[in-house]
C-alpha cells in the first residue's frame, strides 16, 4: 500500500506541473484541453515508467483516475453553494474564467490589477475543470483532489518512515497522521473558496514529504516529484518565494541529521548541494523567470517592482490594531496565541491572548476562509507546545544515543518542524493564520519526530501523555475550522437563497455598495470584478441583470448583500 501510495501522489504532482507547463504553449484561440490533458498524460506516464518501471503504470493510472473522481464529483456536489470568499469574486473568478476561455497571461495584460499582477499557474490548472465540466464555479473543487493526493503521500510516508515504533494499528496511525495534516484549518476554511492559500499549504507539504522521503531513503522519483512541486508552488502565490527556498533548506539540514552519523558535516553537506541543492535552485530560478514569466519578470519590467502592488498597499486595513507596531516575530507569538474571534467589521479590532488550552464556545464558530485571529483554531498553541514538549522529553532520555538511526530520524524530522516555526515566525504578516499555514505542519512533525524514537523508560509517561494532549488539540481546531466554515456556507446559502425568489422579476440591478482601492496603471483598470463576476452567475440561473453603479439602496424595493461587496437590487416602479 504504501509504495501504491507513494507512486500515485508522484504521479499526481508530476502530471499537474507537466500541464500547467504544457499550457504556456497555448495561443490565445481556445483550445480544447483535452489536447493538454493528452499531452501531460502521456508525458507524466512516461516519465513515471522510466523511473519507477512498467509495473507502476497501474498504479499510476489508478491514482490519477482517483484524483480525476475525486475533484469531479466535489464539482458537481457542490454545485449549490457559492463562493464564501470576498476575492473570488474580486479577481481569482474572472481569471479563471478568461483563462479557460482563451486568455494567454504570456500574451497580453488583464484589466484587473490582481489578475495581471499575480501568479496565474493554480488559476490555469482550476480553468481546465472549468472548461470540462462547464460548472463556473467548479475550480474550486481542485483543492479536494490535492487533499487527496497529499493525504495519500503522507499515508504512504508514515507507514515507511515513521510507524516502524507502533506495533499495534499502524494503518490507523498513518490514516490519523494523514488525515490530520491535511485537516489544517486554513484548508478546512477555504474548501469552498478559490482562494491560494490551501493550495500552497499542500503544495508545500507535499514538497517537505518529498524531501524527507529522499532524505531517509535515495528516491529518484520522490526528487523529481518535488521538484515540480517547486514550480508549483512558485506559480500559485507570491509567498512561495519566501517558503519554498525554506522548504528546501529544512530538507537539507533534516538530510544532514538523518543520514550522517561521521562528523564530516561539511563534506556532507557539500554533497547534497552538489548532487541535489543546485537541481532544487535550478528548478526554483527556472519556475521564478520562464514557466513564472508572468508575472514576476513583467512586474519588474513594466512597474519596476516584483511584487505589485505593493505589500504596504495590500495590507494597509487589513491588520488588527494592536499588532502593526509589533515585529515579526512578536506578531507570531500574537497569532497563536490568540483568542480564536470575528473576521467582519472592523477588521482591525485588537488582536486578544489567551492561556493556551482555555477556550470560549464562541470559538467554535468564527474559524472562516480568512480568520485573522486565532486562525489555526482554539486549541492549537496547547497543540503546538505540548507537540515540542513530547519531543523534547523523549528526545533527553536518548541523549545518550545520539547516534542511534532512530535518534536521527527523530532529530531530522523536529529540525524540518523548527525551521518552519521559525519560516513562520519571521514572514511579514506572521499573525495571519492563512499566511503562515506552515505553522501546522511544523506542529504535526514534531509528533512524527517524538513517535520515531524509541520508547524510553524515563519520563516516557508524561510523554505520550502530552502527545495524547497535542492529538486532542488537533482534533478540536479541526473540529472548530469544520464547524466555522459549515456556519459560513449556511450564511452564504441563505443569503443567495432569494436568487431562486428574485428570478420571477424580470430584472434585478446589481450595485457595489463600497469604493473599490484606486490601484491603476498603463495596462489594468480594475481592482474588483464583482459585478461582472455575479451577472454572469446569476445570467447563469437564468436571471437577467443590469449592472448600476449606484450605492444608494433606499431606493429598492427588494435588496439583499450577496458576497464579495455586491448586493442585488429589485426597483419594481421600473418595471410597471
Known amino acids: 500500500m504504501s509504495k501504491f501510495a507513494n507512486i500515485g501522489a508522484s504521479t499526481v504532482f508530476l502530471f499537474l506541473a507537466t500541464l500547467f507547463i504544457v499550457s504556456r504553449f497555448a495561443t490565445e484561440t481556445f483550445h480544447t484541453p483535452l489536447i493538454f490533458f493528452g499531452f501531460a498524460l502521456l508525458i507524466t506516464l512516461g516519465i513515471v515508467t522510466t523511473m519507477a518501471g512498467r509495473k507502476s503504470l497501474r498504479q499510476s493510472l489508478i491514482a490519477l483516475a482517483l484524483f480525476a473522481a475525486i475533484t469531479l464529483i466535489w464539482a458537481f456536489a457542490t454545485v449549490p453553494f457559492?463562493?464564501?470568499?470576498?476575492?473570488?469574486?474580486?479577481?481569482?473568478?474572472?481569471?479563471?474564467?478568461?483563462?479557460?476561455?482563451?486568455?494567454?497571461?504570456?500574451?497580453?495584460?488583464?484589466?484587473?490589477?490582481?489578475?495581471?499582477?499575480?501568479?496565474?499557474?493554480?488559476?490555469?490548472?482550476?480553468?481546465?475543470?472549468?472548461?470540462?465540466?462547464?460548472?463556473?464555479?467548479?475550480?474550486?473543487?481542485?483543492i479536494v483532489g490535492l487533499m487527496t493526493a497529499v493525504a495519500l503521500l503522507s499515508y504512504g510516508f508514515f507507514l515507511?518512515?515513521?510507524?516502524?515504533?507502533?506495533?499495534?494499528?499502524?494503518?490507523?496511525?498513518?490514516?490519523?497522521?494523514?488525515?490530520i495534516l491535511v485537516a489544517n484549518p486554513v484548508v478546512i476554511g477555504q474548501l469552498l473558496t478559490h482562494y491560494v492559500d490551501a493550495p500552497l499549504y499542500l503544495f508545500g507539504v507535499a514538497l517537505a514529504l518529498f524531501l524527507l522521503s529522499d532524505a531517509f531513503r535515495e528516491n529518484g522519483l520522490a526528487r523529481l516529484s518535488a521538484l515540480c512541486c517547486i514550480i508549483l508552488m512558485v506559480n500559485t502565490k507570491t509567498a512561495a518565494l519566501y517558503y519554498a527556498p525554506l522548504i528546501v533548506f529544512a530538507g537539507f539540514?533534516?538530510?544532514?541529521?538523518?543520514?550522517?552519523?561521521?562528523?564530516?558535516?561539511?563534506?556532507?553537506?557539500?554533497?547534497?548541494?552538489?548532487n541535489k541543492g543546485l537541481l532544487f535552485a535550478f528548478t526554483f530560478i527556472l519556475g521564478v523567470t520562464i514557466i513564472g514569466f508572468k508575472p514576476y519578470v513583467t512586474n519588474i519590467l513594466d512597474h519596476g517592482q516584483l511584487l505589485y502592488p505593493s505589500v504596504s498597499k495590500i495590507m494597509?486595513?487589513?491588520?488588527?490594531?494592536?499588532?502593526?507596531?509589533?515585529?515579526?516575530?512578536?506578531?507570531?507569538?500574537?497569532?497563536?496565541f490568540a483568542q480564536t474571534d470575528h473576521s467582519e467589521w472592523p477588521i482591525d479590532a485588537p488582536v486578544e491572548l489567551k492561556i493556551p488550552g482555555t477556550f470560549q464556545l464562541s470559538e467554535f464558530k468564527y474559524l472562516r476562509f480568512d480568520t485573522r485571529r486565532g486562525g489555526f483554531g482554539p486549541f492549537f498553541s496547547l497543540a503546538l507546545l505540548a507537540a515540542i514538549a513530547a519531543f523534547t522529553i523523549r528526545r533527553l532520555a536518548h541523549r545518550k544515543h545520539s547516534r542511534a538511526i532512530s535518534t536521527r530520524a527523530g532529530d531530522g524530522l523536529a529540525l524540518f518542524g523548527a525551521l518552519m516555526i521559525l519560516a513562520s515566525m519571521f514572514f511579514p504578516e506572521s499573525w495571519w493564520a492563512r499566511y503562515v499555514p506552515f505553522t501546522w505542519l511544523s506542529a504535526i512533525l514534531f509528533i512524527a519526530a517524538f513517535i520515531k524514537l524509541n520508547h524510553a523508560k524515563?519520563?516516557?509517561?508524561?510523554?505520550?501523555?502530552?502527545?495524547?494532549?497535542?492529538?486532542?488539540?488537533?482534533?478540536?481546531?479541526?473540529?472548530?475550522?469544520?464547524?466555522?466554515a459549515v456556519r459560513e456556507s449556511r450564511l452564504l446559502y441563505a443569503r443567495t437563497e432569494m436568487i431562486e425568489k428574485i428570478s420571477l422579476f424580470p430584472e434585478v440591478k446589481l450595485l457595489m455598495f463600497y469604493?473599490?482601492?484606486?490601484?491603476?496603471?498603463?495596462?489594468?483598470?480594475?481592482?474588483?470584478?464583482?459585478?461582472?463576476?455575479?451577472?454572469?452567475?446569476?445570467?447563469?440561473?437564468?436571471?437577467?441583470?443590469?449592472?448600476?453603479?449606484?450605492?444608494?439602496?433606499?431606493?429598492?424595493?427588494?435588496?439583499?448583500?450577496?458576497?464579495?461587496?455586491?448586493y442585488w437590487c429589485v426597483v419594481i416602479d421600473e418595471m410597471q
Open 82 to 142: 457559492y463562493d464564501p470568499g470576498f476575492d473570488g469574486y474580486a479577481y481569482h473568478l474572472s481569471a479563471i474564467w478568461d483563462i479557460g476561455e482563451g486568455w494567454n497571461p504570456f500574451l497580453s495584460p488583464h484589466n484587473n490589477i490582481w489578475v495581471d499582477s499575480y501568479p496565474n499557474g493554480y488559476w490555469v490548472l482550476q480553468s481546465y475543470i472549468v472548461s470540462l465540466t462547464g460548472l463556473l464555479m467548479s475550480g474550486q473543487a481542485l
Open 160 to 179: 515507511e518512515s515513521c510507524a516502524d515504533n507502533i506495533p499495534r494499528f499502524p494503518r490507523i496511525a498513518a490514516l490519523i497522521f494523514s488525515g
Open 253 to 274: 539540514v533534516a538530510d544532514l541529521a538523518i543520514q550522517g552519523a561521521d562528523k564530516n558535516l561539511l563534506k556532507r553537506g557539500l554533497l547534497w548541494i552538489r
Open 316 to 336: 494597509k486595513g487589513n491588520e488588527p490594531a494592536n499588532v502593526i507596531p509589533l515585529s515579526a516575530p512578536m506578531k507570531f507569538v500574537y497569532g497563536i
Open 458 to 484: 524515563k519520563w516516557d509517561f508524561a510523554a505520550r501523555v502530552l502527545a495524547f494532549v497535542a492529538l486532542l488539540s488537533f482534533l478540536g481546531c479541526i473540529l472548530a475550522s469544520g464547524l466555522g
Open 515 to 566: 469604493d473599490p482601492p484606486a490601484y491603476r496603471d498603463f495596462q489594468s483598470t480594475s481592482t474588483q470584478d464583482g459585478l461582472a463576476v455575479w451577472s454572469r452567475l446569476l445570467a447563469d440561473r437564468g436571471l437577467k441583470t443590469e449592472i448600476s453603479h449606484e450605492r444608494n439602496q433606499f431606493d429598492c424595493d427588494m435588496a439583499g448583500y450577496l458576497d464579495g461587496g455586491i
